[in-house]
């Protein structure tokens, strides 16, 4: 019987997950430690393969450092694939909208065991940018998507998630702690919408809301990025009940 491993190539495995551990990396990048720590292989190794994707351009180098980062023909592969995706697709005109009401960055990603992966994203007008790779996986804890598909979860299934990924800090308003994230989560349930405040970067504030599928199940979300100081608590309620309309759009063209 033929397996899957017989035609298993190591060094293109080991290649993908290193693309997958610096797509998802914090915006500072990750350094060559960090990397052989996370692919358990000798530095040498991780270093050939780095040197081998630089020269591809799917990986970039910074400098003091140096650290990793993702790379201008990763960014574009992902733009491509998640032009391929059913939901990034059905959400365009919806996401559109948004954006053009609200003049901020719209983005959609789908539930990857309460993992958001982004799939579409349209760019507020303007000069400001947030680069977001699209197919990129974020942590579940520091994104209003994130934290928008946890609270559809049972807390018990919350507590699985965050025990096969950890809390780890990105900035000073990061929770870092299960009962802060908790308490989110229950305000979540509460009000429809979660709330990225500076806890993924600082000075960026996002808000996210879970859209469904025909069966009710939670699959994406919908989330609003933009700068922290232009928005006052009264803007970001509003934010947030657009949010939770555009959602509740992608619900329905999902069959929901």
């Known amino acids: 019987m033929v397996t899957k491993e017989r035609y298993k190539v190591g060094s293109v495995a080991r290649a993908l997950r290193l693309v997958d551990l610096i797509a998802a990396a914090p915006q500072s990048g990750l350094t060559l430690s960090d990397l052989t720590k996370e692919l358990g292989v000798s530095k040498s190794t991780v270093f050939a393969l780095l040197q081998t994707l630089m020269e591809a351009g799917y990986v970039r180098q910074t400098k003091p450092g140096p650290r990793y980062l993702p790379g201008i023909s990763l960014v574009r592969l992902g733009d491509l694939a998640g032009g391929h995706l059913p939901v990034g697709e059905i959400a365009q005109p919806i996401i559109h909208r948004l954006s053009r009401l609200t003049g901020l960055t719209i983005r959609v990603s789908i539930n990857d065991g309460g993992h958001p992966v982004f799939v579409a994203r349209v760019d507020a007008p303007g000069n400001i940018r947030f680069l977001t790779l699209l197919g990129s996986r974020e942590l579940p804890h520091v994104s209003s998507a994130g934290k928008a598909m946890l609270a559809q979860m049972n807390d018990a299934e919350i507590a699985q998630v965050i025990e096969q990924t950890g809390l780890p800090k990105r900035t000073k308003n990061t929770r870092t702690d299960i009962n ?77």
């Open 180 to 256: 802060a994230l908790m308490n989110d989560i229950r305000r979540i349930r509460a009000v429809g919408y979660a709330i990225d405040d500076e806890e993924d970067c600082e000075g960026i504030f996002c808000v996210g809301a879970a859209f469904f599928d025909h069966s009710g199940r939670c699959v994406g979300a919908v989330s609003a990025t933009g700068i922290k100081r232009e928005l006052s608590q009264r803007a970001v309620d509003q934010l947030g009940r657009q949010v939770i309309e555009a959602a509740h759009e992608v619900t329905i063209a999902l069959g929901g």
